[in-house]
């Protein structure tokens, strides 16, 4: 006798049942967009990106599979980063690395800490894993207190955006360096926007076996459409991440792009002086508009106003075709995050502001 379909119990598992997936901003594939609501670079990337994907088109090496470590690129990235290839791991954008991170580390019922708000993503990994998510508030400046540190048995992994998002805001190496010391887990700083901050944490990975930085091409090489992310880590901690990672997980195209991408620092450093320099002055606007806006060391900034909701904002730029996202945290508030975007845009934008 079979059992009737309505006693069988779920085909999922409880763990996903429960959890809500990560919803990206908006991706409108029609029409005539100013996007400035995902942090996308506003640039095209390294001309050198597309001579290497026009190379490793042609011919036969798409017939094979890929290079399952990405060789290459772990040669030039170790020059440019200042460590050993074996120190690198590569994956389909920072967020593979994300989910690699955390099915490493972290078992069903154990812990990830995390600051609050900043990427909600970290929250939907440990709900994929069946873990528990222990969010530590920022404080209203946007710094940790030393609660990020407390001790807590079933605690396998902390993660801190550094640049935060939505704040655009960093915590200094040595912080997070104190933070990592009093903490018994592995720490992962997430770097996706560390190419337009002022510092960032490599070195404390040399300093301590237990702390990764994980860095995104997304961002400042403009190669969000291509996917393509690392993490720096000592061998140690690598060697077991890459029994978690698929086993190619970076295609041919990604890792000749990414390599050509990273051998050109020189456009590296224009784009982001260009991006740092557009920053400063929407920055600077937002604020004779009355908002509040943090110190920005990443590729967008966060605003609030004293008086203002935020929402009509948000609806009124996205009914004249410019798109900002407005994110909501429940306990801490609402606000506008805002993509630097070219100097065009950003007029275009601030004229329908000043409407406002």
């Known amino acids: 006798m079979t059992t009737p379909p309505t006693a069988r119990r779920p085909l999922v598992r409880p763990a996903i049942l429960a959890i809500d997936g990560y919803v990206p901003g908006e991706q409108p594939q029609g029409g005539k967009w100013i996007k400035l609501n995902t942090n996308e670079n506003p640039y095209p990337p390294s001309p050198a990106v597309g001579r290497a994907l026009a190379a490793t088109a042609s011919g036969r090496t798409l017939a094979k599979y890929p290079d399952p470590m990405a060789t290459a690129f772990r040669r030039r990235a170790a020059e440019v980063l200042g460590v050993d290839p074996e120190w690198i791991l590569c994956g389909n954008g920072s967020d593979d690395i994300l989910t690699i991170l955390v099915r490493t580390f972290v078992g069903e019922g154990e812990c990830l800490r995390m600051p609050y708000p900043s990427y909600i ?87 301590n076996p237990r702390i990764i930085v994980t860095r ?33 997980n970076c295609d041919a195209l990604s890792i000749a792009a990414a390599t050509a991408a990273i051998d050109d620092q020189a456009w590296l450093a224009e784009n982001r002086s260009k991006i740092i320099a557009t920053r400063t002055r ?9 908002f509040t806006v ?60 000043k409407t406002l």
């Open 216 to 248: 995104s091409f997304s961002k400042s090489y403009a190669l969000a459409g291509l996917r393509f992310g690392f993490a720096v880590a000592q061998p140690a901690i690598i060697e077991q991440m890459l029994k978690v990672k698929d086993s190619y």
């Open 294 to 353: 943090q110190p920005s060391q990443a590729n967008f900034v966060w605003c609030t106003h004293p008086d203002r909701p935020h929402r009509p904002f948000y609806e009124a730029l996205k009914a004249q075709g410019i798109l900002v996202r407005f994110m909501n945290y429940a306990g801490w508030g609402d606000g506008l995050r805002i993509t630097v975007g070219t100097d065009e845009e950003i007029d275009a934008f601030l004229t329908v502001m």
């Open 121 to 207: 993503l970290y929250r939907t990994l440990a709900g994929i894993q069946g873990a528990r998510c222990d969010e530590v508030a920022y404080r209203p400046d946007w710094t940790l207190g030393d609660e990020f540190a407390a001790a807590a048995d079933d605690l396998r992994l902390a993660i801190i955006a550094n640049p935060n998002s939505p704040s655009g805001t960093v915590l200094p190496p040595e912080r997070l360096a104190d933070l990592a010391g009093r903490l018994d887990c592995a720490v992962v700083v997430d770097e996706a926007y560390g190419d337009f901050a002022e510092t960032n944490c490599l070195s404390l990975v040399k300093a």
């Open 282 to 290: 929407l920055t600077d606007a937002m604020r004779r508009l009355g």
